[in-house]
């Protein structure tokens, strides 16, 4: 049989522990035909075999970013971009935008981080009308768990000074005068959700594509779609039945939208480029805006604990519905009050359906403190982690958890020793750069931007690190006979490196280049020179 692709004289990081090194990869169709010597590779060679010689760069599985918002990472390449260091810039984009639209139009914004603008605070109403008084206009915090409006948008979604606070969300509220700030949280942002007009399909679909190509660049092949809604389901179908998917998407469909509406369990589906395959469900926010669940107050705030969104008989009675029929749990848990809860909900279904290789995830799991580790251990649930996190915003977890808590942030090491599978991933758009490299480089160092050390405890070695991004997440997805590893009869997703991250300091990891993308046996992006045919 002859191959189609062959790479030649490189340094193979297969992921395949049966055989994790290799010199040459040949590749027929669609698939891995052989993994071995340059020469051995080289003797599947036929009259239209590509030859690839890597001449010392690194061939890794393609990278699978196993928690990733592709879709609305699409939609924020239009939007106000409000990753600026202060205020005053976002104002300024928000004016600009209020000049060339139609008043009465929505203006949509995403990316602020008020730990990091000069001003160390959110946005207001008062900001925003100062700059857009005729259009209503919402900024949402970079954690996608709090917004900023203006007054106009206020009045459209209802909120006003005698609005209480949703269950599982809140209302930020002047001391003085009781009048909301502008701030929403959590479950409270439905009611904007639920009056901002939707995007069209064509406009979906080119987020898709945009974003798509973003992630092919940096050598991602397979992304976990974790919050699809119908809307998002008919514009990747759309894309596959139109062979325009670039790369493979597997998908968990939301229960609740963001409208707040309560849809039907989705019909799940599998094929080669898409799949549907779980059902989404948060239980509480971000320890950056500090709502995410814990059992103790957050460091300052002794009457804060975070928000669940779901008392724990609803919660079980969800998860149930979702277990019994057969599809996979993916539940947003991040402080140790909700991964508690969300690990009572998936025993209680497990007790009363047992189900050996449930695949139920726990997405983000960012502090599973020591009494819930064996938990997890036990129930079998994934951990799906975010190491940039731990890059952007390791010191504002610091500050908000304290040293003590902090200890047990992501702990990529500990559960990975306890035995657990765990996916690596970045939780894009909310991180500013979503690179695997990075993810990898933060899982080794666990510093922060600022050089803040963030449990170093749990650094990993590099071939752990690697496995979040591959295997690991293969796992995570149920795809690990398809993906994660250079491996005979595995399909052809495979990423050329520019350098071997073996031979460099750990720091100059996240700068090597991605030179080669390859998905499907396709070559779909290529800086490689010295490549021939036949």
Known sequence: MHADLIF?????HTLDPRRPRAEAVAVAGDRILDTGSSTEMLAYRGPQTRVVELGGRALLPGFYDAHQHQLYMGLGY????????????????????????????WIEGAGYDDNKLAERRHLTRHDL?????????????????VMALNSAALAAAGIGRETPDPPGGSIDRDLDSGEPTGVVRESAMEWVRRVVPLPSLDQLKLAILE?????????????????????????????????????????????????????PLPQPFSGPWLKLVAVKLFQDGGIGPRTAALTAPYEGEPDNRGLLRWSQAELDAI????????????????GDAAIASALDAIEAALAAQPRADHRHRLEHCGLPLPALQPRLVELGVIPVLQPPFLYFDGGTYVRNLGAKRSR???????????????????????????????????????????????????????DEALQL????????????????TITAGKLADLVVLGADPAALPIEELADIPVEMVVVGGEIRITELPGSSGG
């Open 211 to 263: 974003a798509a190509d973003v992630n092919l660049r940096l050598g991602i092949t397979s992304v976990w779609e974790p919050s699809v809604e119908p809307d998002h389901v008919r514009a990747y179908r759309d894309l596959e039945a139109d062979g325009r998917l670039p790369l493979r998407v597997t998908m968990a469909h939301k229960k609740v939208l963001r409208s707040g509406e309560v849809v």
């Open 408 to 462: 047990w942030l992501y702990p990529a090491r500990t559960l990975l020793h306890l035995g657990l599978t765990v996916a690596g991933s970045s939780d894009a758009p909310v991180v500013r750069n979503h690179s695997p490299l990075l993810g990898i480089r933060t899982a080794m160092t666990r510093v922060s931007f600022d050089g803040v050390s963030v449990a170093p405890e749990e650094r990993v070695t590099l």
């Open 8 to 12: 030649t004289r490189g340094i193979v």
């Open 78 to 105: 239009r939007q106000v971009n409000a990753r600026v260091p202060s205020i005053r810039e976002i104002l300024n984009q928000v004016r600009a935008r209020a000049e060339r639209q139609p008043p009465g139009s």
């Open 129 to 145: 009308d100062a700059v857009a008084p005729d259009h209503p206009t919402f900024i949402t915090r970079t954690c996608g768990h």
């Open 469 to 484: 991004y591959t295997r690991g997440a293969a796992v995570a997805g149920g795809e690990e006979t398809e993906k994660g």
């Open 319 to 334: 998860v149930h519905e979702i277990h019994h029929a057969g599809l996979r749990v993916s539940i947003h848990a991040i």
